[in-house]
């Protein structure tokens, strides 16, 4: 059973608007989420993060957005530069427990 | 800030050797490290977390006799796959966790280390 899903695979977006990347979970007892990304051979880099007490956070260009109700985050990029392209991962966990991961969509940036 | 180190970041050998792959927390101290594995066009899934002077702990389905975790310091854990076999080819990845607060409770990967077996 799938605990964290992206159900987009991959996204296409043009260069200067805005990227939306979302993720579903189904276990309520996740308290934490990330997002990273990552490219082909390479670990994770992490982007930003949401507690479960908050709505929304803002790092730069990434803010995500948490609907606790609807099990739904999103990660929104803007504006999308070449160089975001590349996997998303979206990943949650509970506690002290290790991470969950969704597959990931791959982003595209086109110009 | 936040680095974490993997070596050898590729590693071949032969079927029925052991290969130890390490992963190091540079600039900060992690009591707590985990280790995944991210099959081909797949996501990462975690195999075990480690913790500093304790036994790891093994996710479901994965062998704690084949797959061997040492988290001997605040800034080193290993992996030692044994016996390996060309099913246990794969990407492996650690990450050190970073404080245990709601606000920083954030994991931080290392480069990821590529097995083939041969």
């Known amino acids: 059973d799938q605990q964290v899903k992206q159900n987009s695979p991959s996204l296409s977006v043009q260069e200067g608007r805005i990227s939306i990347l979302n993720c579903d979970y189904t276990n309520s007892m996740f308290d934490y989420f990330l997002w990273y990304k990552k490219y082909p051979a390479e670990g994770p880099t992490f982007l930003i993060s949401?507690?479960?007490?908050?709505d929304k956070n803002e790092d730069g260009r990434f803010t995500v957005f948490l609907n606790k109700s609807a099990k739904h985050l999103s990660l929104h990029i803007v504006p999308s530069q070449p160089g975001d392209s590349a996997v998303y991962f979206c990943?949650?966990?509970?506690?002290?427990?290790?991470?969950?991961f969704g597959k990931g969509t791959h982003l595209i940036i086109q110009p | 800030g936040a680095v974490v180190s993997q070596h050898p970041s590729r590693v071949i050998c032969k079927s029925g050797t052991s290969v130890k792959i390490e992963c190091r927390s540079l600039d900060f101290q992690a009591t707590t490290m985990f280790w995944y594995r991210q099959f081909p066009k797949k996501s990462l899934m975690l195999m075990a977390t480690?913790?500093?002077?304790?036994?790891?702990?093994?996710e479901q389905g994965v062998e704690k006799d084949k797959f061997l975790i040492n988290h001997a310091s605040l800034t080193l854990s290993t992996l030692t796959v044994t016996s390996a076999h060309p099913e246990d080819s794969s990407f492996y990845i650690c990450?050190?966790?970073?404080?245990?607060?709601?606000?920083?409770?954030?994991?931080?990967f290392g480069p990821g280390t590529r097995l083939t077996v041969l």
């Open positions: 990943a949650a966990n509970r506690g002290a427990d290790g991470l969950t």
């Open positions: 990450s050190a966790r970073l404080g245990l607060t709601e606000i920083t409770d954030t994991q931080y």
């Open positions: 480690s913790n500093e002077g304790s036994k790891a702990t093994y």
């Open positions: 949401i507690s479960s007490i908050k």
